[in-house]
């Protein structure tokens, strides 16, 4: 049971303009999200993350936002630039019975930025 | 400040073997996170430690193990291999989580 859907495997847009990334999740007890972001041949880097506690988070070209009523997250990317092609994978965190964080992970989107 | 490392980069086992793989987290990170990666399944958790402590576990088979040592590096074990274990392993630590997670580059497990 994928509890972090992207629903989306792949995405192409043009350089300049903007590059949305939706994530949607079922379990309303995750309580921060966060985007990863990975180049082929290396880890996952970490890109930005939002608590449930707000509904907006901005650092730079990148904003995530937070729609808890709709299960519904989205970054985006403006503007988009050809080093940003890359997969970017959705992930929720939240505290198993034992109190500790257990953070899940979406199967990833693929962005082509085409110059 | 040194990465995550992880060790070997690639490996080559046969089915029925058993196969080891390690972490050495960021320099001040305790907690270390173990994920299976395979195409079209994004990234299957598998379990997390902190400070020596299996905190939580992932939905895989008992043939995967792991453990943490008091210098906070890890080893993750799978026994008795699997076609379908051919999978990139990545580690991950973290301080806290509002800094996110820094991965590894990655074990590449190839079982033949």
Redesign the interface.
Known sequence: DQQVK?NSPSLSVQEGRISILNCDYTNSMFD?F?W?KKYP??????LI?ISSIKDKNEDGRFTVFLNKSAKHLSLHIVPSQPGDSAVY?C?A?AR?S?G?????????TKLQVIP | KAGVTQTPRYLIKTRGQQVTLSCSPISGHRSVSWYQQTPGQGLQFLFEYFSETQRNKGNFPGRFSGRQFSNSRSEMNVSTLELGDSALYLCASSFQRDYGYTFGSGTRLTVV
Do not use: C, D, H, R
Request: proline letters at 4%.
């Open positions: 992207q921060y966060l990863y041949a290396e880890g996952p880097t970490f993350s994978f992930a965190s198993n034992g500790y964080q257990k953070v899940t992970f979406g199967i990833g």
